[in-house]
Nanobody, 116 residues
Framework: QVQLVESGGGLVQPGGSLRLSCAHS????????MAWYRQAPGKQREFLAS???????NYADFVKGRFTISRDYAKNTVYLEMSNLKSEDTAVYYC??????????WGQGTQVTVSS
């Protein structure tokens, strides 16, 4: 049974920074790309960033330059460093592997709220 557990969310002021973590169980994640997604109320889940097992990183245009994805294979953890946060970044953030099909079950996500 695979499991994805997101953490690190919270309330942050506009312009602030936050670091999210995604702990993944199951060896299948280690040999596949991992990615971050988010979903705001009334909107569909959207792709944010990914890193392949060879270290290649891809970003959505609207987060490029502000968000950085990284992986720690020894800790089975994927990180998302976010800076210069804006109100439109408010959403529930999720991790998963975009290269495993069908996709594994989504975790609970972690809430990020950007507000003054």
């Amino acid at each position: 049974q695979v499991q994805l557990v997101e953490s690190g969310g919270g309330l942050v002021q506009p312009g602030g920074s936050l670091r999210l973590s995604c702990a993944h169980s199951g060896s299948i994640f280690r040999i596949n790309a991992m990615a971050w997604y988010r979903q705001a109320p009334g909107k569909q889940r959207e792709f944010l960033a990914s890193e392949s097992s060879s270290g290649i990183r891809n970003y959505a245009d609207f987060v490029k330059g502000r968000f950085t994805i990284s992986r720690d294979y020894a800790k089975n953890t994927v990180y998302l460093e976010m800076s210069n946060l804006k109100s439109e970044d408010t959403a529930v953030y999720y991790c998963n592997s975009p290269s495993i099909r069908p996709m594994k079950p989504w975790g609970q996500g972690t809430q990020v709220t950007v507000s003054s």
